[in-house]
């Protein structure tokens, strides 16, 4: 059996349907590894394996694409998570491979050197405020988008002022926006 003492990185390479996990220790060296369904059971073995280390932290690749799943599982289970990019899990195969062949278990080694190597990766939070308010900016975004789009509109309707917008730029002002030409022309409101 591995040594349980000692933090440890837990590389993560996510599917859909599996997960490819590597544990390793700060000195690089592999303690452990397996290949985890991502249904309920599962899930509950993957954890009770790494659970053999208490001083764990699991490393995911892609945590804002195919790992989300799984990322957002483990942090609610309270353990610690950090977001592996990609593009760094694929430079770190290249590099210790020789070679860019992909597989699971190369990823999932790729992944926990880098988790294990870099430190600054960004931690995993399922901040519920911050969906609230990225929420809340992307509609404030789309207000001012649509007011800037209905004062532009504003000012190609009607006749120019000063010569802009010139003449052949500017609409032909349409009944709805001018009700006494619509009055006149017979328009029904």
Not at 106 to 115: E, F, M, N, R, Y
Not at 131 to 153: F, I, N, P, Q, Y
Request: charged letters at 25%.
């Amino acid at each position: 059996m591995a040594s349980t003492k000692g933090a440890v990185v837990i590389g993560m390479d996510p599917h859909k349907r599996s997960a490819t996990i590597e544990v390793m220790a700060a000195d690089e060296s592999v303690l452990g590894g397996g290949r985890f369904a991502t249904d309920a059971a599962a899930y509950r073995a993957m954890l009770a394996y790494a659970k053999q280390w208490p001083d764990r932290t699991w490393a995911i690749e892609g945590c804002q694409g195919i790992g989300k799943h799984v990322a957002i599982r483990l942090v609610h289970d309270g353990e610690s998570v950090v977001d592996v990019p990609p593009k760094l899990s694929a430079r770190a195969r290249v590099f210790v491979t020789g070679q860019g062949r992909k597989t699971d278990a190369t990823d999932a080694h790729s992944v926990a050197l880098v988790g294990t190597r870099m430190s600054g990766l960004r931690p995993v939070v399922d901040d519920q405020q911050l969906a609230v308010l990225r929420s809340l900016v992307d509609r404030r975004r789309s207000l001012g988008e649509d007011h800037t789009r209905m004062t532009l509109s504003r000012r190609m309707i009607g006749p120019p002022s000063r010569g802009w917008p010139p003449s052949w730029l500017a609409y032909q002002a349409h009944p709805r926006h001018d009700p006494e030409r619509a009055c006149m022309q017979g328009w029904p409101f």
